[in-house]
C-alpha cells in the first residue's frame, strides 16, 4: 500500500498559484533516497512529516528540492500543515515545536478556512554576515551596476538558512533580471549560501511594501515562486539598512512570484527590541490542488 502524498500551493488561497510543494504527512520509514527522487520526479520542493528526534519537538519535518535536502523551506512548512489538516492529523496548537535540520523552531497555527490553517513560521534572530562584492552580484544577476540600489552593498543574511541578498532600484530593474545561472551557482559556492534573493520598492500591491525574487540554482530550481526564508531575510536587511522603518512590532506585507506568471502574497513580521532585530515571522497559508497515493519503491 502506497502512502498519501498532497501537493499544496503555499503562500496563496487560490489553486495554481502561490508555490507548489509536495508533503508526504506520515513519511517514517522512507529512504533518503526515495525522498529525493519525489523532489526530483515532480521537480518542486517536497516535505517529510516524521516522528521527531528530541522530546523537545512535536514532530520532525524533512525538507528535499530536486537538487537535495535543505535545512529548512518557508513555503513547504505552510504546505505541511495545509496537509496535515487535510489528512485530520494537524496538532492541537496553536504553538507547535518543528524539528527541522535548522534547528527546532516554533510554529503557530490558527483557523483559516477551506484554504488551510494560517501558518505563522519563527525565524528568530537573523545573523548579519559579510557584504557581497557588487561586481560578483551584477556578474550572477547579469545586469548592470545602474540597476543596483546606490549605497546599499549586497549582504549575506542567515534566516534559517545563509543567503545573499541585494536591493535593486526599482521593480523595473528587479523584473527585468535574467540571471546567469553558472555565475550564480559558482557564487553561491564561494560564499556559502544557498542563493540570491533580490527585491525592490514599492511593492506591487498597493498595500505591499516590496517584491521580491529568489534564486538558487545550488539545489534547484533556478527560481523560486516564493521563499519565506528569502523574505526574512530580506525584510532584516531592509531594515537593517533604514529602506524600511521598524518601531516595536512591524507587519510587512510582499509580492513574490508575478515574473513566473504565480502571483503571490505573504506577510513578515518584524520585531526590534532597543534598536536591534529581534525576531522575524513569516506568515500565509495553503490550498490542496491534488493527492494521491505513492507507489511503493
Not at 478556512?113 to 556578474?139: K, Y
Not at 549605497?151 to 532600484?169: D, E, K, Q, Y
Request: proline share 7%; glycine share 10%.
Amino acid at each position: 500500500m502506497g502512502r498519501r502524498f498532497y501537493i499544496v500551493d503555499a503562500f496563496t488561497d487560490t489553486p495554481y498559484r502561490g508555490n507548489p510543494a509536495v508533503i508526504v504527512p506520515e513519511a517514517d520509514g522512507l529512504s533518503e533516497q526515495a525522498m529525493k527522487s519525489l523532489a526530483t520526479e515532480l521537480r518542486m520542493e517536497a516535505g517529510y512529516v516524521l516522528r521527531p528526534s528530541t522530546p523537545d519537538a512535536d514532530l520532525r519535518v524533512r525538507f528535499f528540492s530536486p537538487g537535495g535536502e535543505v535545512d529548512l523551506s518557508g513555503h513547504v512548512t505552510v504546505a505541511t500543515y495545509a496537509a496535515l489538516a487535510a489528512l485530520g492529523t494537524l496538532p492541537a496548537g496553536p504553538k507547535v515545536r518543528q524539528e527541522t535540520r535548522a534547528g527546532v523552531i516554533e510554529v503557530a497555527l490558527e483557523a483559516g478556512g477551506a484554504a488551510g490553517p494560517w501558518v505563522t513560521l519563527g525565524f528568530g534572530r537573523p545573523l548579519f554576515g559579510t557584504a557581497v562584492d557588487r561586481r560578483e552580484v551584477l556578474a550572477a544577476l547579469r545586469t548592470g551596476d545602474a540597476s543596483l540600489l546606490p549605497g546599499h552593498s549586497p549582504r549575506v543574511v542567515t534566516t534559517g538558512v545563509p543567503l545573499a541578498i541585494a536591493a535593486m532600484r526599482d521593480p523595473r530593474a528587479l523584473g527585468a533580471v535574467v540571471p546567469d545561472l553558472v555565475e550564480l551557482t559558482a557564487l553561491s559556492r564561494r560564499r556559502g549560501v544557498l542563493g540570491i534573493a533580490i527585491f525592490a520598492r514599492p511593492g506591487l500591491h498597493p498595500q505591499s511594501a516590496l517584491t521580491a525574487r529568489f534564486f538558487f540554482p545550488v539545489v534547484g530550481p533556478d527560481e523560486d515562486v516564493v521563499s519565506g526564508a528569502a523574505l526574512a531575510a530580506i525584510a532584516a536587511y531592509a531594515v537593517k539598512e533604514r529602506l524600511l522603518v521598524c518601531v516595536g512590532e512591524t507587519s510587512i506585507q510582499t509580492d513574490q512570484g508575478h515574473a513566473m506568471g504565480r502571483p503571490n502574497r505573504a506577510t513578515v513580521v518584524v520585531r526590534a527590541e532597543a534598536g536591534q532585530l529581534a525576531d522575524l515571522r513569516v506568515r500565509g497559508q495553503g490550498v490542496i490542488v491534488a493527492s494521491g497515493e505513492l507507489a511503493p519503491a
